[in-house]
Each structure stands twice: as structure tokens, then as C-alpha cells.
């Protein structure tokens, strides 16, 4: 397959080059090779971007919804007649085996086109009315959307910011993580094809400072992150000073609680799906474990025998089910995260290596006997390393559960109906499951509390953060004035 895009970035509905900009390489996770390059974004091609997104936009906002939204269903059915190339290139730019990319990447981009492209055609204001006189509301795009992308997903980071941005009569200017660039230039090739206007979503590469370049330009209305919880606080910053609107899709470190009577089999699928899929590299991961003590060692018997039936190996084989890590730079911080967890008296029951050879692989990681003020409890690994900690009672544990800065997703398992519900009411996280995790379906709200961040994502409620309202107050009959 050929790897190496037709140039760099794409703007006004074609491909543009500057070789003037920073070469980014882009690396197979798997071997280690290089498997193409791109020029990070010169402030020409900045300029170009956003004078192409600003033209576009007001054209694209005054079409029906209907109109709009036939477009990005166009978008879903090529990107699903093109999931099996665009897999692979997923493959290629993160490392996720062929078996994840070719059912979570391209497949969730086009269900999020398909939803948006279904919804552009409701979007509508409302009338109120007050007496004999009324008001109604316009429900108007923000303008020019700038999304910026973390690595993990860079596919579906790419759709599921563009998607609603498109319904709601915006433009967009989507910058990838420099580590994953290829497959959003697919997204914005794809949407050509499937007869979006140019200018209205265009891509363009960098590391940090295009990022920061685009947030600052006072022709921005709305930035969408995915990314760091430190990042998301540099961006929120830039963000405020313009006054603009916000999106924050951030880190986490989000618990999953076992209780006693849980269904052990099931709360084991949720502990490997929510910790072990792409590696570990999932932000709403539930990396902080909590195991009833009654089924603490039955918990992790099970685990240890079920990761042993992992496929660690080539990403491109059908077989495989885990993969490399993203990068040599996370690779090292994860093992760095693994050595702090034994330094600090963590019990390492499972893997805890890198594994020899090409590429970044390394085993899933189990720590047990994690307490509450370790490293590895605290902060975000982002990699496949789960603890497990200890307790006994629903409020200790609960209390336990929410005293961290972050708020993105939790778990819990149980066979109790009404213990689930109570817990799930008490976590501090915008996404819970119940005998379940990770799901995130384009259907159902996805986002963080306290530091995770800020606004959601899919949904219904990912409209408000990708249109404002006007509201127009008509009088029917004559005007009084003071004087
Ligand atoms: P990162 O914060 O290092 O980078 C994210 C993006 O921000 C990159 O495109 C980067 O170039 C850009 N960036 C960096 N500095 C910037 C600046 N000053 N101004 C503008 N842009 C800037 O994150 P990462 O390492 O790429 O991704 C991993 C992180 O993303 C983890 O913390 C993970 O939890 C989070 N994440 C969150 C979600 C979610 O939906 N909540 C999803 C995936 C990943």
C-alpha cells in the first residue's frame, strides 16, 4: 500500500505542499521503519487554511440542512465501501492490529457522518411566544472550527469533530497529531469525493505551535481538542482570550469497581477491554481497578489466564489482537511508569516487559496491591498497564474512586440493580457502565468532568457546542418609549 500521502496538507478541496515547513516522519510502530513524511504547516499554508475556511463557510451555512447532511451520508457509505485500505492505513499510522482498525476507526468516522448528515436536516430554532408579540430562535454556525487531534484514534478524532462541525453549517480546519498523520487527509479526500465544497474541511500538519498558531487567529470561533490534560489547559487559555467556544476532550484515569457478587468472567472482559484495546492507549480506559477483596485472587487468576491468550505480533494479521505501542517516546514512558510501580511496592503479577525485537511492543502490565498514592494510581499511563486495588466497603470505595483531578469515564460490576445505579449516579465521570466498558457509541453523549474536560462529543449535545442561538424579538404592535 502506498503510504506516503499526495503532499502534506490539504486545503480548498485539493492537496497542497510547502517544503519549507519542519519534515515530520512517520513511523511504522510495528517495525520501527519509516513509512512516509510530511512537511509541518509554514504560516503560508496557515494563511491558506484559514482564508479557505473563512470563505467557504458562509456559502456552506446557508444551504438546508438537508443538503448538508446528504453530502456527509455520501461520506459514511464511501468511507464504509473503503474500510478495509483505510484500516490499514490506520494500521500503518498508529500500530493497532488490522483486527480493532477494521471495526473502531473508519467505521465509527462514517457512523458519526452518518448521525450528523442524518441530524443537519432537524437543526432548528423555536418560537416562543410572549402575548400577541413572539420571539424565535435561529440556531446559526460559530463559523471557523479548528480540531486539533490526539494519536490514538486519528480517524475517528477526525470525524467525530468534522462530522457535527459540517451539520451544523460550519467549516473546518483539522490539525492530526504530528505522530498519526495520514489518515485524516483520507477523511478530507473522502468528502470531496462525496461532493463537500472546498475550503469547508481542510488538514493541516504540525506539532504544538501549529496548534497554538490556529487557536490564537482571531478568524477561529471554535477549538476542538483531543489531547493531554496539560495541553488541554494551554489550549483553554489560548482559547479564552479570543473568547472562543471550546471543546476538551482530555485525559483520565478512570476506576472500574468489582464487587463481590459481580460475574467475574464479565468484570475480567471489562477490566482487558478497558485496559488492553489499542494497547492501552484509550483515554476512557479504566486503568484503576478495584477488586472486592472475597474475589480478589479468583479476579486475578482469571485475568492472568485470559491474557495469556493475547496475540501480540504482526498488526497487519487478522490474528492479532495486541498490538505495538504508538511510539519509541510512549513506549519508554510506560516502561518508565512500570519501574515506579515496583519502586513504590506495587505486586507485578502480569508481563511488565518490552518485548525484544522490531517495533514497540511490550506485554500487558498488571500491578496488584496498588494503593491509592502511588504513581501508577494517580496519573495517566496511556499505556497497557492496569492496577488493581483492594477494599471492601461500597462508600470507601466510591469515595476512593472519585478522589482523583480526573472525571473521564467509570465502571462498574455487579449483579445488584439498585447498587449499580447508586454507584453509577455517585461516580464523578461523564461516560459510566454498568457490566460493561468502553463503549461509545456515536449515539450517546462523551465527554469528562473536572479536568477531563470540557463540552461533548456525539449525540444530540455535541449540536450546542458547534452552533449558537440567535433570538429575535418581534413586536406586533407599536413601541413605547420613555420620552
Ligand atoms: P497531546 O496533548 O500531547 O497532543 C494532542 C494534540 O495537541 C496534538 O495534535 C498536539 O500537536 C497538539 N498540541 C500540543 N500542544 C499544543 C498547543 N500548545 N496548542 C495547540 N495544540 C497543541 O496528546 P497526545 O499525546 O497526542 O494524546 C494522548 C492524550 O490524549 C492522552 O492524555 C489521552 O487521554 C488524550 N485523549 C483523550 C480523548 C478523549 O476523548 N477524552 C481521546 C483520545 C486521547
Request: aromatic share 8%.
Amino acid at each position: 500500500m502506498q503510504t506516503q500521502p499526495t503532499a502534506s496538507h490539504f486545503i480548498n478541496g485539493a492537496y497542497v505542499e510547502d517544503t519549507n515547513g519542519t519534515p515530520i516522519d512517520v513511523i511504522y510502530p510495528a517495525t520501527g521503519e519509516k513509512i512516509a513524511m510530511v512537511y509541518a504547516a509554514t504560516p503560508a499554508i496557515i494563511e491558506q487554511a484559514l482564508t479557505a475556511a473563512r470563505d467557504a463557510q458562509a456559502a456552506w451555512g446557508a444551504m438546508t440542512g438537508t443538503e448538508r447532511g446528504r453530502i456527509l451520508r455520501r461520506a459514511a457509505d464511501i468511507m464504509r465501501e473503503r474500510n478495509h485500505d483505510l484500516s490499514i492505513l490506520e494500521t500503518y499510522d498508529t500500530g493497532k492490529p488490522y483486527q480493532e482498525t477494521s471495526v473502531a476507526d473508519a467505521t465509527s468516522g462514517a457512523d458519526a457522518l452518518e448521525y450528523f448528515g442524518g441530524m443537519a436536516a432537524t437543526l432548528t430554532g423555536e418560537h416562543i411566544q410572549l402575548g400577541e408579540d413572539w420571539v424565535y430562535t435561529r440556531r446559526e454556525p460559530l463559523g471557523v472550527c479548528v480540531g486539533i487531534g490526539a494519536w490514538n484514534y486519528p480517524t475517528q478524532i477526525a470525524c467525530w469533530k468534522g462530522a457535527p462541525a459540517l451539520a451544523c453549517g460550519n467549516s473546518i480546519i483539522f490539525k492530526p497529531s504530528e505522530t498519526t498523520p495520514l489518515s485524516a487527509l483520507k477523511v478530507a479526500e473522502i468528502l470531496v469525493q462525496a461532493g463537500l465544497p472546498a475550503g469547508l474541511y481542510n488538514v493541516v500538519q504540525g506539532m504544538g505551535e501549529v496548534g497554538a498558531a490556529l487557536v490564537t487567529d482571531p478568524r477561529v470561533d471554535k477549538v476542538s481538542l483531543t489531547g493531554s490534560v496539560p495541553t488541554g489547559r494551554k489550549v483553554y487559555a489560548a482559547a479564552a482570550d479570543g473568547m472562543k467556544h471550546v471543546t476538551m476532550e482530555l485525559g483520565g484515569k478512570s476506576p472500574i469497581i468489582v464487587f463481590e457478587d459481580a460475574d467475574i468472567e464479565n468484570a475480567v472482559s471489562g477490566a482487558i477491554v478497558g485496559n488492553f484495546y489499542s494497547s492501552g492507549q484509550v483515554c476512557s480506559n479504566g486503568t484503576r481497578v478495584f477488586v472486592h477483596t472475597d474475589i480478589k485472587e479468583a479476579f486475578l487468576k482469571r485475568l492472568a489466564e485470559r491474557l495469556d491468550n493475547a496475540v501480540i505480533g504482526d498488526p497487519m494479521d487478522p490474528d492479532t489482537s495486541f498490538g505495538p505501542m504508538v511510539s519509541k517516546r510512549q513506549l519508554d514512558i510506560v516502561l518508565g511508569y512500570i519501574d515506579k510501580g515496583k519502586a513504590e511496592g506495587a505486586r507485578l503479577v502480569y508481563g511488565g516487559n518490552a518485548i525484544d525485537g522490531k517495533g514497540f511492543y511490550m506485554q500487558p502490565t498488571v500491578f496488584a496491591d496498588v494503593t491509592d498514592d502511588m504513581t501508577i494510581a494517580r496519573e495517566e499511563i496511556f499505556g497497557p498497564v492496569l492496577s488493581v486495588l483492594d477494599f471492601t466497603d461500597e462508600d470507601d470505595v466510591m469515595a476512593r474512586a472519585n478522589d482523583t483531578e480526573f472525571g473521564l469515564a467509570a465502571g462498574v460490576f455487579t449483579r445488584d440493580l439498585s447498587r449499580a445505579h447508586r454507584v453509577a449516579a455517585n461516580f464523578q465521570a461523564g461516560t459510566c457502565y454498568i457490566n460493561t466498558y468502553n463503549d461509545a457509541p456515536v449515539e450517546a453523549p462523551f465527554g469528562g468532568m473536572k479536568n477531563s474536560g470540557v463540552g461533548r462529543e456525539n449525540s444530540k449535545a455535541a449540536i450546542e457546542h458547534y452552533s449558537q442561538l440567535k433570538s429575535v424579538y418581534v413586536r406586533m404592535g407599536d413601541m413605547e418609549a420613555p420620552f
